[in-house]
């Protein structure tokens, strides 16, 4: 299964940026899907999760401003963020999650810069 995220850039605080993240293989529809960053000298962290069935979950760090949705006929899920902050600014990565681990192997990850 690949994994590839892209839509990321540089950005003003407050403003938005919409991600995606496209997966080659049918276990996308059966999964939970999960948005990941990792800003530099920090640990990986779970900003967003989807589960198949639609249902939502959100860090705190992010709630109210992020929104997570997926397309299961096009086996992709994204990542609408708004109100971005100076501490968004880190790459962004989507995977599978399972039991609240990232699954499969990190794909490509898609860079978000936000100046203040």
């Known amino acids: 299964v690949q994994l590839q995220a892209s839509g990321g850039g540089l950005v003003q605080a407050g403003g938005s940026l919409r991600l995606s993240c496209s997966a080659s293989?049918?276990?996308?529809?059966?999964?939970?899907m999960g948005w990941y960053r990792q800003a530099p000298g920090k640990q990986r962290e779970l900003v967003a999760t989807i589960r198949s069935g639609g249902s939502t979950i959100y860090a705190d760090s992010v709630k109210g401003r992020f929104t997570i949705s997926r397309d299961n006929d096009k086996h992709t899920v994204t990542l609408q963020m708004n109100s971005l902050k100076p501490e968004d600014t880190a790459g962004y990565y989507c995977n599978v999650v399972w039991n609240g681990t990232p699954l499969l192997n990190w794909g490509q990850g898609t860079q978000v810069t936000v100046s203040s």
């Open positions: 293989e049918s276990i996308f529809i059966i999964s939970d």
